[in-house]
């Protein structure tokens, strides 16, 4: 068992007693500008962005996951690069975030076809490789990040910062560089088994998802009988259907009306319950209906807006996405809790008091979707109308195939459901196993054999 001593770091107690511990300073090359932070607010800012420009600008985002991520790079002219040229960063380089949920978070820079400035939200570092090799120090920053190393040093006054100074002072384990090559070697290996096994999993998940909308689709659309007499619908997106299904309109089946006109500042901790655009957007809202966890609260003084509580069979619809896809979000209200409608919704109230899950399910595909995202209007944020959601066509079956078709649904869709999230509790399971295995390896608590 190697001998250890007291790192005099919490974040990482003991390490191996040939180890060093080094401020950052002290481990960047001697070049000019080894160790510099992005260009000042109003030195690079959108109105220096050109399309197909000469220098690519390098953001936190694209090592957001300690790894390097390609991503659709903002790009400024050769003259204005000149004007910054200080945050200049080239191949192996080490890029670090600064601000935000990420900072801390780096990756090393790669070969790029373009020179390459940081932006503002970041730092570059050329380390000296006769003293720490890049993938371990991108590895410690890693550990230091989950394991809250930074807290001493971060600035949290608006969102979280480091500062390039707070990084210079900030001290490292240092291994001897031969044991850090059969670190780097290991680490390597390892983690490329488990990216690769997590990639795996991760293309299951998205098959089961399409899956999942193949599944709903051809139900609520065809029904559940292969052999059924079928007959063109007359709708272009709709295509054939079954014989005894209708086709009608949304405003022959319920009355509309927008949601309360409040603000992300009229929200309190508890209240009148009330779901808004951002939560009917949310990635919890994959399935027909209300989470729990979407649920936001107002004052109770908004009760007498009755127009615009949810009541059960009813549906909330989110009438602006940032997202063109997201045109069409909604959510349906299974039971009869109490539920207002928020800010940037459109609610449509059920005429009768039925089962509308077979609806919920068709609202929910892309065939349906499509006409109502060709009504959206905008360009960044996209809007729908009330007007435009209620002249929108929907299928029909008898009521007691929409049952049916839902009960179907329900169970087979709650099967996909937990086959996937067997799995992403697999991908949990192995990015803790990552994560515990770099720990161990570059602080020094297992050895390489």
């Known amino acids: 068992m190697r001998e250890m001593k007291d790192s005099k770091l919490f974040w990482i107690d003991d390490i191996p007693s040939n180890w060093k511990i080094m401020p950052i300073k002290y481990l960047k090359s001697e070049q000019h500008n080894s160790f510099v932070d992005g260009p000042f607010g109003?030195?690079?800012?959108?109105?220096?962005?050109?399309?197909?420009?000469?220098?690519y600008v390098i953001e936190s985002g694209f090592i957001s996951t300690g790894k390097f991520i390609y991503k659709d790079f903002k790009t400024i002219t050769k003259n204005h690069f000149k004007t910054i040229r200080r945050s200049e960063a080239t191949e192996g380089d080490v890029i670090i975030a600064k601000i935000g949920a990420n900072f801390g978070m780096s990756g090393e820079l790669p070969q790029l076809n373009k020179p390459s400035v940081i932006s503002g939200n970041?730092?570059?570092?050329?380390?000296?490789?006769?003293k720490i090799l890049n993938f371990i120090f991108v590895k410690e920053m890693e550990i230091i990040k989950?394991?809250?190393?930074?807290?001493?040093?971060?600035?949290?006054?608006?969102?979280?910062?480091?500062?390039?100074?707070?990084?210079n002072n900030f001290r490292l384990p240092v291994p001897p560089l031969e044991e850090q090559y059969q670190i780097a070697d290991f680490l390597d290996h390892k983690c490329s088994e488990i990216d690769a096994l997590t990639a795996d999993i991760q293309t299951q998940i998205e098959t089961l998802e399409e899956y999942k909308k193949s599944v709903i689709t051809e139900a609520v659309t065809k029904g559940l009988d292969p052999n059924v007499e079928m007959k063109d619908s007359g709708v272009e997106w709709i295509g054939?259907?079954?014989?005894?299904?209708?086709?009608t309109k949304i405003k022959y089946l319920f009355s509309s009306g927008k949601g309360l006109s409040i603000t992300k500042a009229d929200l309190e901790d508890n209240g009148l319950p009330v779901i808004s655009y951002g939560q009917i957007h949310s990635k919890e809202n994959t399935n027909t209906d209300i989470k729990d966890s979407l649920i936001r609260f107002v004052d109770n003084k908004y009760e007498v807006f009755k127009?615009?509580?949810?009541?059960?069979?009813?549906?909330?619809?989110?009438?602006?996405?940032?997202?063109?896809?997201?045109?069409?979000?909604?959510?349906?209200?299974?039971?009869?809790?109490?539920?207002?409608?928020?800010?940037?919704?459109?609610?449509?109230?059920?005429?009768?008091?039925?089962?509308?899950?077979?609806?919920?399910?068709?609202?929910?595909?892309?065939?349906?979707?499509?006409?109502?995202?060709?009504?959206?209007?905008?360009?960044?944020?996209f809007s729908i109308t009330q007007k435009k959601l209620i002249n929108t066509s929907v299928i029909?079956?008898?009521?007691?195939?929409?049952?049916?078709?839902?009960?179907?649904?329900?169970?087979?869709?709650?099967?996909?459901?937990?086959?996937?999230?067997?799995?992403?509790?697999?991908?949990?399971?192995?990015?803790?196993?990552?994560?515990?295995?770099?720990?161990?390896?570059?602080?020094?608590?297992?050895?390489?054999?």
């Open 396 to 449: 029909l079956p008898p009521e007691n195939q929409r049952i049916i078709i839902a009960d179907f649904l329900d169970q087979k869709c709650s099967e996909i459901d937990q086959t996937i999230s067997e799995k992403q509790q697999q991908l949990e399971t192995l990015a803790e196993y990552k994560k515990s295995l770099i720990y161990e390896y570059v602080t020094g608590k297992k050895e390489v054999a």
């Open 240 to 247: 054939k259907i079954p014989a005894d299904w209708n086709v």
């Open 42 to 55: 109003s030195n690079l800012k959108s109105q220096h962005y050109v399309e197909d420009g000469d220098v």
């Open 122 to 130: 970041s730092l570059k570092l050329t380390l000296n490789k006769n």
């Open 307 to 381: 127009q615009c509580k949810v009541n059960q069979y009813d549906f909330v619809f989110a009438d602006t996405s940032e997202d063109y896809d997201g045109c069409g979000n909604c959510c349906y209200k299974r039971d009869n809790s109490t539920l207002y409608a928020g800010y940037h919704s459109i609610v449509l109230h059920s005429f009768k008091e039925r089962d509308n899950r077979f609806l919920a399910y068709l609202f929910k595909t892309d065939s349906w979707r499509k006409q109502l995202r060709e009504t959206a209007s905008g360009v960044k944020v």
């Open 146 to 167: 989950y394991t809250g190393g930074f807290i001493s040093i971060v600035n949290e006054t608006a969102q979280p910062a480091l500062s390039l100074g707070s990084l």
